[in-house]
């Protein structure tokens, strides 16, 4: 389907988009094409005699998701976060619209590209790969299926009339757009055996650890998201940052299922901390967490990370994701104690209606006072305003 958006094309390169050097070679996509977290490598998927033939990009139709997400599963860049699923959770979550693209050659798919339109009457108009997520972009098997998505997804931002496209990648993808360098993530592999992790973590930081397990803390795997809600809205109230509205989480957990877990921390039967983590592949990632005020004292969210390591290493799972921080941050610090190295990520940007890259994010000195004031509203009041407000910012 394809809302009139998008046309076949079967063009060559064009200024501004990335180059490999041997353009001679674009079409013959190889395992070396691209590193593992750049764009190419899935060249299983490319038959060598739809090669030659005119590419079409289209947007994702319910019967072909399994498609879609089997091309997302083989390919070495693929994240949780290009998965189909997310098109629903946008929609279900934010009443925000998702514009997921894939290019193919005579049936066989070629790349993906998933896209969110976020629409916001405080924070403007953007399409973005992809809201709410941490990573996201183009995962293509080769340079023209590569480009046939970035001149798409061009195309898509002028005719929304959007401020601005955004890429969220793992590695520079296109280097003649300007870039955001405020992002790092984290990941680091996993031991099989928990005490070797437990003994990998550096001496202060696996202190916390210790103090958690000392307190008599007990996790427990969350039947429905009550606590966990309650939980992370107190402490994002506490940050300054306007809560995520409780059906998003409710999607993600339908959309998802058992590769979307909350785990909790307990004391005296009480909630201290909570996590939602997502699953992929043989990865772990802790992406939604918060704790109470009460669980400082007995480092009751050091215990809930590691909590989360434990129980993936006892599963079989070989990386820990920790996610994103904005560099030389308090969560940036606190992930760094854990043992692990920032890398950075590229947020790259095609400018439309906007001048300037935005600079939507709490370091802006723009934002500290509705900040502090934010920490002062009851938790019930900041549950009811936040969400609106959230659902804008992606």
């Not at 501004?16 to 070679?25: A, F, L």
């Not at 941490?134 to 401020?163: M, N, T």
């Not at 909570?274 to 990865?283: G, L, Q």
């Not at 400082?296 to 990386?319: H, I, K, P, Q, T």
Request: hydrophobic share 35%.
């Amino acid at each position: 389907m394809t809302d009139g958006l998008l046309q076949p094309t079967n063009s060559p390169s064009q200024p501004g988009t990335p180059g490999r050097g041997d353009e001679s070679g674009a079409n013959d996509a190889s395992p070396d094409a691209r590193a593992p977290d750049g764009g190419f490598g899935v060249t299983a998927v490319v038959p060598a005699e739809t090669r030659v033939q005119p590419l079409e990009v289209r947007e994702l139709e319910a019967g072909i998701l399994g498609r879609w997400n089997d091309f997302v599963a083989r390919h070495p860049a693929g994240t949780f976060f290009h998965r189909a699923e997310w098109r629903t959770v946008l929609a279900r979550g934010f009443r925000q619209r998702g514009h997921y693209l894939y290019v193919e050659t005579a049936g066989t798919m070629r790349g993906v590209l998933p896209l969110g339109h976020l629409r916001s009457r405080l924070f403007g108009n953007a399409l973005i790969s992809t809201p709410f997520c941490v990573y996201g972009g183009i995962l293509a098997a080769d340079e023209q299926a590569h480009r046939a998505l970035e001149r798409a997804a061009c195309d898509l931002a002028r005719r929304l009339e959007v401020d601005y496209l955004e890429m969220r990648n793992r590695r520079r993808l296109h280097p003649a757009w300007p870039c955001k360098d405020l992002y790092v993530t984290f990941r680091k592999a996993l031991e099989p055996a928990p005490q070797a992790n437990l003994q990998a973590i550096p001496r202060k930081q696996r202190a916390m650890v210790r103090k958690g397990l000392q307190a008599g803390l007990r996790s427990e795997i969350e039947s429905d998201l009550a606590r966990f809600y309650r939980v992370y809205s107190e402490s994002v109230r506490d940050l300054g940052t306007p809560v995520l509205p409780r059906r998003y989480f409710e999607a993600l957990r339908e959309a998802f299922g058992e590769d979307c877990e909350v785990l909790s921390v307990y004391r005296d039967g009480s909630p201290l901390s909570s996590v939602m983590s997502f699953y992929w592949r043989d990865e772990v990632l802790p992406y939604y967490g918060g704790g109470t005020r009460e669980a400082r004292s007995v480092a009751g969210n050091d215990f809930m990370y590691w909590e989360v390591m434990r129980r993936a290493a006892e599963r079989g799972l070989r990386l820990f994701d920790y996610g994103r921080s904005k560099r030389e941050t308090g969560a940036y610090h606190f992930k760094r104690h854990w043992g692990f190295e920032p890398e950075p990520l590229f947020y790259e940007y095609h400018l439309v209606r906007a001048r300037a890259v935005p600079d939507i994010n709490p370091l802006n000195p723009r934002y500290r006072l509705f900040i502090e004031l934010w920490k002062r509203l009851p938790l019930r009041v900041s549950q009811w305003l936040g969400p609106p407000i959230a659902s804008g910012l992606g």
